[in-house]
């Protein structure tokens, strides 16, 4: 399945870009005056071989959930429970996440692909014809009403093993459990898109996951360790120097190599960062935009573009994360961030709150009108 999705991904189309770049000459304002969303929209007009592109709508989140044995190196003061904990919440609609989906209406759909807490949610009848690896567990608990119906929350369970091992001792995953999870990520992608949806947006969960996330990024773009290591969830002093520490052992240990980026996943990676990985080739190959959230979507990101560099042109910043690494990563893929918010939750928050900035990109080229068709007189 991985290299039949990466032998799907091309480059943009150079005709659909060219026609987007001369509409946008010929509509009723300034040239230039609506700044980086103008090259937005020819990117996503490359990216769907046409001009305009569709509408990218509508929206649906994968949030991606797994543990890390790394979290045995008191990397953070929060316990691993607290990753299926806050899956609960989630499917019950009470985190950040859930509120901004409300508002953009979004469907959010959690994977638990490598959460070490089995799951207290009874699982319901396999999917039909074993289309995908995962059973639905519906939420008990419907979002709260817009004005737009939307379906509840759900949770697939794809578990490819219960949390990583602890990368400063040995990798973090198999060559084959990275894989399984890269997979898992490219079939949630296509489930996603079969259903209609017009635009795909990361998240993910998982307790001590801004420390693989740090290695991949420093891994895939060789910056030191230090300059890819955040503070995550807000640690102190004593505890980010830890963290620092624990990113360089894990590397000197492994040495990954950035041209076998399954081997680096495997390596030093989530289980989360693998499968979404997944999630942007699958979203590439059926030349659809995915939306980053923050810095495990961007070391994410990484890994998806060293397995096929032309993903990268699917690929949509978000935001920019307050965790060093992120910036780190989206200058090394040549994209800049939509919002600057300081943000560093997670989950798909800060992807959500730059959704409407794709959308209104793409919906100038759809509605506003030429300066012919307005009988507007040009300069």
Known sequence: ?????????????????????????RLTKPAGSLG??????????GLAGVCPPPLPEPAAVAIFAGDHGVHAQRVTPWPQEVTAQMIGNFLAGGAVVNAFARQAGASVTVVDVGVATPLPFPPA??????AT??????????????????AP?????????????????????????????????????????????????????????????AALVAAFTGVDPEAATGRGTGVDDETYRRKVDVVRTAL????????????????????????LAGLILGAAARRVPVLLDGVIAAAAALAAAALAPDAVGAMVAGHRSAEPGATVALRHLGLDPLVDLGLRLGEGTGALLAL???TGAVRVLHEVATFDAAGVSEK
């Open 1 to 25: 399945m991985l290299e039949t999705t990466i032998a799907e991904i091309g480059p943009p189309d150079p005709v659909a870009m060219t026609a987007a770049r001369d509409l946008q000459a």
């Open 36 to 45: 980086a969303l103008e090259e937005l929209s020819v990117r996503l007009a």
């Open 125 to 130: 009848d396999p999917a039909p014809n074993n």
């Open 133 to 150: 690896p995962a059973d639905v567990v519906p939420a008990d608990a419907a979002p709260a009403s817009t004005g737009t119906t939307l």
């Open 153 to 213: 929350p759900r949770l697939l369970d794809a578990n490819v093993r219960r949390g990583t091992r602890d990368m400063t001792v040995t990798a973090a995953l198999t060559r084959d459990e990275a894989r399984a999870a890269v997979e898992t990520g490219i079939r949630v992608a296509g489930e996603l898109l079969d259903a209609g949806a017009g635009v795909l947006l990361t998240g993910d969960m998982g307790i001590a996951n801004t420390t693989p996330a």
């Open 252 to 275: 000197e240990r492994h040495r990954p190599d950035p041209a076998d980026p399954l081997g680096v996943l495997a390596a030093v990676g989530g289980l989360e960062h693998a499968a």
């Open 356 to 358: 409407p900035v794709v």
